[in-house]
Structures are given as structure tokens and as C-alpha cells.
């Protein structure tokens, strides 16, 4: 344990009310603390600079999946264990449940939740580039209101959220439009379970008349940020799949993605792999 | 003697403590007035400390601080030499170096005091890589950085070149691997003047931790007392770093006038203690075009850090086993331990063997490759038989049966038909199968005259209540020991294993077993355990008060009677090296181990081309191992040894920043979970060893040196990638692939 | 000199009895386990999340206890390995670790006994995949896994006769 724990705040505010209200009085000294799968490894580290945090675990508000005929909406307390278990999200968001099974162990998925995923900003979350690809929307609340946002955006530098210290994310809004098209998702990690990733793939297309009438691409672990690759769907759009034209959607690749040399892998290995399931996915969707 | 237990799984000693979580490691252990110590570290690989700062906002006045002007004794922690300091004192040698010691009742301001201890050094060239210590970039250690050096020869290998109509190099490469026991280091310690240092700690070697106090307080045996804690897994990282860590607990201890406990945290541990040595091997190989061995060059060399600790042991194992176990007329092997700035490097499980075997093994199948032989052909011609001899000059007296042992694995492991197969089905697959072996020794006990410099004791006591007690410094870790021990016993003397009581190896009380460490625990202290036993019975017998065909009862009796007769009843029993074992030590020459075990590993890998991933889909372990004591305990330290073998294929990769593990944590070191591990199918053969308790050799470190290069075996035999270090990561095998089809 | 450390008062249940610590908030429900309720059998592996040596049952679910701040403990039912067996008799999980070799150092074991109890009380019978997968967070050194997957086997065999 290398941090100093008496200097740690943890409060529990009663309701939400109360949280946003104690977080307006003091921009930018509160913090959420949800699942603490990602801030209780800092702080053993001794890397948890922050010393303020609002217990968001029991708020109400922020548990529990809803469906509605548009949407299914995700609490930002939703474990990845929630995730799971959840029969709608298996037949229309299968990405996620992957994804969610993919996080860590049992023990893992059980505490970590979908809002600290988002706002821990790791470029290695499993959850992010499937919520990329279903172009997931964000609710945000604060004492001030509410307001929705594209997660895609949200991110926009590494570890930088378009978040005010004033807000929390609330919800997370799944549009139910995907489910009929080939979803493709497979995180490639440091071992078979428990593993953090060295890239992440996510994809989804629609073909119509043997051309790829639209798609969706996102990787992790390859930039500071988890991408939607824009460039690579463009040049796929319209498109029949052939040998060439993933030859060059994996160039495209090469110029949109920025894989660096870390203690757990290689610039060139993440490229090399992330083109690779490029061509995995495209064979996908062709079959 | 009839064997009741003996080859029966009976049940784990301790094992209701552990799976009820009743038993209790160091950690769990408080004492009255018990502060906490923590370690302070160089920040640097190499130079001169200039000063020590102390950061103002810490209350000082309420910390102990030991630096190296508070060792009473030497400031040294002994092992073959004396150049390693307990706390560096003016100079740092490699990063994590402990330089002093902080204690405090309070653990987060102890941690806190920690961070607010800035070691400023003047920095001085380091080395940190084999390549450098050899060409001597820097002297760092000695005169010429090298630890230790070994030159072994059979026949005339300069000669033997004209006899070769093929002639194979290679050069191979093995990394660091970090024990990673899932219980951190820890020690508990009380020193005084007046009472002597107690330290009870998790460690393998009580009186190795024991001999080091004596030094580093400058106080007499008997005032220096060393308990061994329930101990959560060793592999040999907890046979020599334990006395630092205990050094370091006592010195807290005796400067505060309170029990001190030191515990390590993952990343502590993972950064700052030992690992195995790095290796690189170059082969040079001349065979005939029947496949005939004719010549093998050798030239095997390991970095140990910047301590010379055990290194040269090391050295000696893996020289040993360099060439294997095959009958080649003609070898040099010359091999050397040298220094790099990097923490000393030292026992894992193996000891050098798991380093030269993997060149040797990966080596021989691109032997075969060139000559036009199989794999299995290749050493088939040339795998060594009873009265041949090894290349240390040792002649092989026992039975050997490689080919039987190689038959039987290819079949279990459904090695032809799966050839067939894969190649069949490889064709148009971008996962590729293969499947791979290695065939290999592993000697038992310590090398050469080790033994015999040893001197190891057993004991075995009768109380009057009929009880047995075994006392042995051979300690518990999980492989078993105090089980076989107490099957051992039971056995030599008649009576329940429930009757067995194994002390806790405690100083004050056993005797020196020697270290648990080299595969020696079971064949040389059972043994002794098994001799004492049996004097007992003896004894009784020989005083009447028992008779052949007795019953509990009686021998509770019997036992009773004895020691009101005769005060006690006991036997302490020496080990005595057998006369027809020599070991020229100059020359390295001769019988360096008493008994080997003998295997053939199988290993069947997919290889996904895209991730360049592999998986171990099965893997067929068969050895000769004397006699197998405990079945369930037996195979599950072929299990655990095949698992950590699967690591060091495949997985765990240090990555080194300026001689620091940059991945110390255990998201970044990876070991294998439950799902990367296959079912691992293990089969015995049991050929007695006249010497070994109940015929038992022994067999803790031999799936270490088979499963490596099985594995790479296998991937090379999947691919066409020419795998010739591990870990084989898969952003290496990615480099190779890419070559391949290039 | 900092401000006097805040400790706050947590009410939970630990193996089915109230229990009420006196905690600094983010004090790990790990250490407040092992030294305030003198319940050692959790055990510190790697401080990280990593290993599931401290693995517990929090409101019926498998955690890191490493990784849990003593706050969130508020309200909670605990079951750490000590309140595994009762008051006369071993549960089957742990009579299978003991015949099939399960254990060896025994370090993992108060976690991996756990996370398999966790996994038999929600799926009786398990596949090898299903049990590879739930105890993919608990590490082991010592056994390769091969005997823990035996002792899941077992267990299973013996809760079916108990039943």
C-alpha cells in the first residue's frame, strides 16, 4: 500500500441531489468513486493524486437497464456482471457482453461498472470500442440539468473527457439500431482471462447486393484515445469485399491508428494485429 | 519394511489448515509491541551515494533508521564469497539495492516516510547485458566481471570436426523469470544483546537465513535462533534472498529494542529480489550423415547480477546439464557466470538446467532438421545407455530407458498421427498446429561433493506417548514434505501416518538437513528420515519390548517403557556420501549427481497467424523417477513445474529499463491463469534407486527443464518460425512469422 | 502536520455475524479484514486486483477484497473462507481440495476455495470452460491448475450426494 489513506475522503452522499449539489459547490474537488476497480490500483500504487471522492455505489439513479423502443439505457453503476446477465443486451448488443466478459476476472466484473470505464479514459478499455461502434450517447447531470452527448467525441485527448467537474455521467443510451447487421469484437490481451489489452477491435456492416452499405469500425490500445476509425469506414463504404480492397482499408488503417512501444507490447505488433483483424472482420461480414 | 504408505496419495499434512485458512503465514502473525520496517532503495543501477536527504514534513524522531554503520557484525550477506553488503554503504551496484531501514508503528507513515528519503548518487557507467559484462564495456565486479568459469571435456573435440559430415551452430537465448510465489517475502524479528536474534519468516532454508545472522551480528550459533513460517511457495526465490530480508528485520529489531515485521509488497518483491539467470548458448554440433553425434561445442554462459551470490552453482547445474542425456565421444562445454548491474540473480527451480537444456533441445531438432532425420530418429541414435558416459566423464551404472520413455510419450500424446494430421490441415488454416517434444535428465542433490560438504542430519524421536516426531530443517512449501516425510516414517517403523508428527523447522530445535532446495529433499533427507525411522524400530526390537506383527497399542507401550528405562528414544542420523561416487572438482570430472530422473515432455501448441498467438492445447509429461511416494503429491509437482515451464515459454517477460524491471506488477508480468494452462497428462516410470527412501529420486525441478523447449519445439514445428529464445511473445513470434514468409 | 486522520464508523455482517469497524474511508476492506476482525485466512498476493487471493463474497457476489474501500463495505454481508465450514464439518469444496490435492502452499486456497464455491452455488454443474473461466482470476503457482479443476470435479460429486 503505497499511498498515505488517512488524507483519502470518501463520502456518501445521500442522494443524487445531494452529490450534484456538493460537487457545484466546489468545482473540480469531487470526484466520483464508483466500483474502484481502476482507482483503488492507483491509489496501491501510490498514483492516486486526487483526494476527494463522492461514493456514486448506491445512488438509484444511476443503476439499473431500461428498454425502451428506441434505446436500451444503461445505468453508469452497470457492472459488467450486470451486463452479462442482461437478455437484451446479449441479442442486440453482443459487443458488449463480450466485451464485459473479456474485462478482467469474475471478481473484476462484479465491482467494475460501465460510468468508471468511461471516465477512468484508458485507451485499453474492452467496453469503449464497442460503444463506439453502437454509437452510444452519454447521459450527463449536473445541479445545473441534464444534457446528452456522443460518447464518440466525449474522449478527446488521453485521459481528457468533455466532462465539467461539476457533472456526472448518469446513463449510458444505446440506439437499437444495429442489431441486424454482422457484429465482429475481439480484444487480443496479454493471456487468455484477466488481461489487459494490447488492441481491441470492434466492427459492425451491412452488406446489400454485395456491396458494404455501411459500417462501423473501432480500435483500442492504439492511440491515446479509443478510435473511430472514420477513414478506413469511408474507403469500405460501398464496396464489394475483395483482397485488394482490404489490402488497402488496412493501409488506411496504418495512417489512422498510432501504436506505440509500451512495457506490455510493440508499436508494430498492434499494427500489424489491428490490420489483421481488419481483414479477420471483413472476411466476416463477406461470409 | 512393508510399504502401508508408501505409494498411496494420502492426504496433505497441513492440508485442513490450509483449506480452512487456519494456517498461518507471516503476515498473519502479530507480536506485543510489533512495529513495521520498510526498505529504502537506490534509485540507480551504479555509483557513489553522496548524500542521503531527509524530506523535513516527517516526523523522524519517531522512526528507527538503520544504515550500514548499525551492523554489530559484518556488513555482508555470506554465501560462497562475501561481496554482497546487507545495506550498500557508499557505492550501489544495481537498481533496488537496499541502502537503509525505516521502522514505525504506523505502516502508512512508514510508507509515507519512505518516499521522503531522497538517495542522491553520483552515477557511474553500468552494465546491463551479457554482451557488455563480457567485453568488458565497464569492469564492474572484480577484475574482469566475471563470477565463476567452467570447462568441461570428453574425448578430442578438435579432432573430432574431420569426422562430421554435417556441422550445425545455433545460438539461443533464454530471459529472466521472476519466481512470483503468490506470498510476498516477510520476516518477523526480535534482536537484542541480551537475547540474541529469533526471525521467523517464509523461506526455504533455516539455517542458510542462520548462517547469515551469525555474520552480520557477530554473535555465536547458539544466540541466533531461525523459525520457518508456514511458507506460501519458494522455487528458490526464498533460498537465499530470505537472509537479507531477515538481516534487515533483525537490524530493525535490534536497534529499536521492538519486534520488527517486514513484509514485502508485490511490486517491492517483484523489483527488488532474485530472478532466474539470463542465459545465452551457442552450439556448435558435428554429426554424421547416419545422425551420430560426433562432436558437440558448447559455450553456455548466464548473467548474475551484480552479486556473485550462487551464481557459480548455478553456472555448474546448467554446465552439467548442457549436453544431456545423450553418449557423444567428443565435447567441450565451456561456460561462465559473469556480472551486470542488474539485482542479483538466483535460484528458481532448475538452476541453470531449464537455460542449457532449452538450447540443447531446441538445437537438436535443427540438427535434425540439416541431417534429414525426425526429430525422434535424432535421438534415438544417439540417446545415452547403462555404462556409457555423460560428458562430465559420469558413467551411467543405472538402468536407462529413453527410447521406452520417448515411445511412450509419442503414443500418449498421439504424436504421429497428429503430425499426419496437421499437416493436412495446416495447409489452408491461418491457425497452424504442431506438436513438439524434449527429452532430458535431471540430476538430484547437490552436485558433485555437495553432499558430502553437507553433512545433512535427520532426526526421528519417540515421545511417551507414542508418538513420532521427525525433526528436519527440510522445509514445507507445498511440494509436499512434510507428507513424504511422515509416509516415509510411518513406513520404516510400522505404524500410522497419523502417529507422524513433522516438527516445525525451528533452529533451536532441528537439526541441519541442509537446504530444500536441488530435488534433494525427499531421495537424501527421506533417506535419513527413512534410516533414523528404522533405528528406532531397531532399537526397540533390540530391547524386547516390542516384537514383530506389534499394534498401535503395543507400540505405544514399547515406546513408553523405552524411554523410562533408558531416558529417551531417538536416533540422529548423518548423511554419508556412498565410496563409489567421485567428483574430481579441478578437472569437473566424474559423478556429479547420485541418481537422475529421466523424461520425455510432449507439447501441442496452436498458433493463431493473425495474433501470432499460442496456445498449449495438450501437453504429456513421462518420467523415471525411482519411486513415486505420493501419487497426487507427485503429479502435482509435475503439473505446477510444467505450468511455470509454460510461463517461461511463452509469457513472462521482464522488461528491463536501465537494469529495473519496468513490469513489476502482476497486470504486466504475466503468469498463466487457469485458462492458459491445459489439462497436463503426467505419467510415471518407476525404476528403484538403491539409495533413495523406498527407491525415490528426486523430482521437483525436473518439468522445468522439458517444458520450454518442447513447447518452442512444437511452434517451430507449427510455423517454420525458427524459435530460438524465450519467452517466445508473441510480438517475437510475430518478427519470426514475418521472416518466414518473407 | 496534516489534519487528524477522519475515521468513519462501517456496519456490515462478516460471516453471518454484525460486526462494526472503525475505518479511515479508504482503508482496504482487505486490511480491515485481516487486522480489525483478526480474520487472516484473506491473504494479500499482490495488491492490484490480480491474483484473488483475497477474494471474498460481498453480498453473495465474488471481489477483491484488495480492492474494495472499507466505506463500500457499509451495510454488506461478508463471507470470508473462515465462515466457509460450520461449526462441525467441512464443506465439500474443501473436503475435495484435500483428497484431490488442490492445495498445496496453500495461499490461493482460501481464495480459490471461495471462487469455487461461488461458481457451485450458482451452476451445480459446470463445464471445464465454466470453471476455467471463473477461477481465471484466481492465480496459482504451485499446482498448474490441473488438481483445482479436480477438486471443482469433486466438490460437484460431492454436493450431489449431499443433496
Known sequence: MRSFIPDYFLETPRNLADALEQMAKAPGMWKPFAGGTDLMVLLEAGKLHHRHFLNVSKLAELHGISVSPEYVSLGAMTTYSDVRRNEVLALEFPMLCRAAAETGSVATQNRGTLGGNIANASPAADSPPALLVYDAELELVSAKGTRRAAFHGFWHGYKKLALREDELIARIHLPRRLHTWTEFYRKVGTRRAQAISKVCFAGAGMLEAGRIADVRISVGSVAPIVLRCAETEQLLRGERIAPELIRAAQATLAREIAPIDDIRSTAHYRLRVAQNLLAEFCESLAA | MENRHIGRSVPRKEGREKVTGAARYVDDLTFPGMIHGVTVRSPVARGKVREIHYAKHIPWREFTIVTAKDIPGSNCVPFLIEDQPCLADGFVNHPEEPVLLLAHPDQYWLEEARRAVHIEVDPLPAVFSIEDSLTQKQVIWGDDNLFKAYTVEKGDIESAWSAADFIVEGEYATGAQEQLYIEPQGMIALASPAGGVTVWGSLQCPHYVHKALVRIFGLSKDQIRVVQTETGGGFGGKEDYPSMIAGHAALLAWKSGKPVKIVYDRAEDMVATTKRHPSRTRHRTGVTREGKLVAMEIDFTLDGGAYETLSPVVLSRGTIHAAGPYSCPNIRIRSRAVATNLPPHGAFRGFGAPQSVFALERHLDRVAAAVGLSPEEMRRRNFIHQGETLAIGQVIHEKVEMEKLLDRALVLSGYHEKRRRFAEDNRNNLTKRGIGFASFLHGAGFTGSGEEYLASEALVAATREGKVQVLAGSTEMGQGTNTVFAQIAADALGIDCEQIEILQPDTSLVPNSGPTVASRTTMIVGKLVETSALNLKKALFESRLLKAGFNAAEFHDACAQFIHKFGELRSLVKYHHPADLHWDEARYQGDAYGAYAWAVYVAEVSVDLRIAEVHVEDFVAVQEVGKVINPVLAAGQIEGGVAQGLGYALYENVVWQEGRMANGQMANYIMPSAMDVPKIRVYFEEIPYARGPAGAKGIGELPLDGTAPAIANAIAHATGADVCEIPMTPEKLMDLLERVHA | ?163
Open chain 3, 1 to 163: 502536520m496534516p489534519d487528524p486522520p477522519r475515521k468513519v464508523r462501517v456496519q456490515c455482517e462478516v460471516n453471518a455475524k454484525p460486526a462494526t469497524f472503525e475505518v479511515y474511508p479508504m482503508e482496504r476492506l482487505l486490511d480491515v479484514l485481516r487486522e480489525q476482525a483478526g480474520l487472516t485466512g484473506t491473504k494479500e498476493g499482490c495488491g492490484e486486483g490480480e491474483c484473488g487471493a483475497c477474494s471474498v463474497e460481498m453480498d453473495g457476489a465474488l471481489v477483491n477484497s484488495c480492492l474494495i474501500p472499507a466505506v463500500q463495505a457499509e451495510g454488506a454481508h461478508i463471507r470470508t473462507i473462515e465462515g466457509v465450514a460450520n461449526a462441525t464439518q467441512l464443506n465439500a469444496v474443501q473436503q475435495a481440495f484435500l483428497a484431490q490435492g488442490g492445495a498445496q502452499c496453500g495461499i490461493c486456497t482460501p481464495g480459490m476455495i471461495l471462487a469455487a464455491l461461488n461458481l457451485l452455488t450458482r451452476n451445480s454443474q459446470p463445464s471445464e470452460n465454466d470453471v476455467r473461466e471463473w477461477l481465471a482470476g484466481n492465480l496459482c503457482r504451485c499446482t498448474g491448475y490441473t488438481k483445482i479443476f479436480a477438486s471443482v470435479v469433486e466438490a460437484c460429486r460431492l454436493m450431489r450426494l449431499e443433496r
